[in-house]
Each structure stands twice: as C-alpha cells, then as structure tokens.
T-cell receptor, first 113, second 114 residues
Framework: DTAVSQTPKYLVTQMGNDKSIKCEQN?????MYWYKQDSKKFLKIMFS???????INETVPNRFSPKSPDKAHLNLHINSLELGDSAVYFC????????????FGSGTRLTVV | GENVEQHPSTLSVQEGDSAVIKCTYS??????FPWYKQELGKRPQLIID?????GEKKDQRIAVTLNKTAKHFSLHITETQPEDSAVYFC?????????????FGKGTHLIIQP
C-alpha cells in the first residue's frame, strides 16, 4: 500500500488554465504539506495544514490554494497557470512526536506550455 | 524563518571512500534534523535523522553528527557504493511533525566513481 499517493503523476497544460493535484495519505498523520521542487532541485515548502491551522509560505502566489476535505486528503488547486509554475510538486505528511519523519508522495511533474 | 545552507553542491568520490556533506542552520529553535536521499525521478526518502538532544547517530554505513552550539550538522557515508549516487538533502524544523514543515538545504549531488 502506498503511504502518500498523488495524482496525476504528469500534468501538461496550457498557460491560463486551472488545474488540481490530489493527495491522499493512509498513515493516519495529523499534518500534510505541499512542496515545490524547481528545475535546480530546490525543495521549498508551500503549505502545511492540519485540522487546526493552515500555514502559507508568504512567497506562494494566491493563485495556489490548498483544499482539505478531510484529514487524509490535501489537494492543491492552481488558477491561471503560468510558465514559471512548471516544477515537480510533492505532497508530504507527518505525525508530531513519531519517528519516521516526513513521508513524501511520488510527485507530480507539472509542465505549463 | 529558518535558513539552511548545504555544502558542497556536488561531491565526487571513489567507490569505497567516505563522503561528508555539511549543513548549517540559523534558527536556534530547530530541534529536528533529517537527511533525505533523492534518486533521479523519485521522491525524497528519509535515510537518517537526529534530534537536538543527541550529538551523533549511526545506522550501518551512514552517520549524522550535530553541533547545536555551532548550529551545524553533517552526514557521513562510509564505504561508498554505486547505489549511493543520488542527491542528498539536509533539513531542519523547530517542531518535528509540526505545521512549520521542513526547511531544506539546496542539495548535494553525490557521484560515486567506480
């Protein structure tokens, strides 16, 4: 069983479109995250969310918005896609106080053309 | 916020030799320091982590050391093998599992020469 799963794995879309990436975790973790990995491999946090708080990295454009229907899911919506949004997006989850750290999904490679 | 610096950006070693990757962090409140390995096209995977109440931790060929006073931590890989070739990331957070998430270094591309 995949602990953190993301769909789709690849996403190619035109500028100006709106798209969503889905993420689900079956680990029972409290907190979920979205990270962006750019072409230089730099991993940067975009959002973290648990049932109590949403923390938004201040550098993330408001075209990006997380949506969490329940504790096991954190989807990423992106409006008005731009060329610079092309990257690999990783979902992750964690449980405070437990060993094992943060578990990452397999990533979604987004290409905006 | 936290800032993590990682060096070197690329490291090439002969198979069987040791590799050392170093990181520094800025936030004295950080208390959890994981290391991730990312192979090409794959997800980052946790290989070892250390908490601020421990100075050193070892797991077979991999070890991590932490100097809280100096705010730096290092990854040591001994007897390197071809399958160790990957990008390695250090990270830090003030709350393990907390909503702050991880702040990553920029990664080290480790190349194991046969």
């Amino acid at each position: 069983d995949t602990a953190v799963s993301q769909t789709p794995k690849y996403l190619v879309t035109q500028m100006g479109n709106d798209k969503s990436i889905k993420c689900e975790q079956n680990l029972g973790h409290d907190t979920m995250y979205w990270y962006k990995q750019d072409s230089k491999k730099f991993l940067k946090i975009m959002f973290s969310y648990n049932n109590k708080e949403l923390i938004i990295n201040e550098t993330v454009p408001n075209r990006f918005s997380p949506k969490s229907p329940d504790k096991a899911h954190l989807n990423l919506h992106i409006n008005s896609l731009e060329l610079g949004d092309s990257a690999v997006y990783f979902c992750a989850s964690s449980q405070q106080g437990l060993t094992g750290g943060y578990t990452f999904g397999s990533g979604t490679r987004l290409t905006v053309v | 916020g936290e800032n993590v610096e990682q060096h070197p950006s690329t490291l090439s070693v002969q198979e069987g030799d040791s590799a050392v990757i170093k990181c520094t962090y800025s936030d004295s409140a950080s208390n959890y320091f994981p290391w991730y390995k990312q192979e090409l096209g794959k997800r980052p995977q946790l290989i070892i982590d250390i908490r601020s109440n421990v100075g050193e931790k070892k797991d077979q060929r991999i070890a991590v050391t932490l100097n809280k006073t100096a705010k730096h931590f290092s990854l040591h890989i001994t007897e390197t093998q071809p399958e160790d070739s990957a990008v390695y990331f250090c990270a830090a957070t003030p709350r393990e599992g907390g909503a702050d998430g991880l702040t990553f270094g920029k990664g080290t591309h480790l190349i194991i020469q046969p």
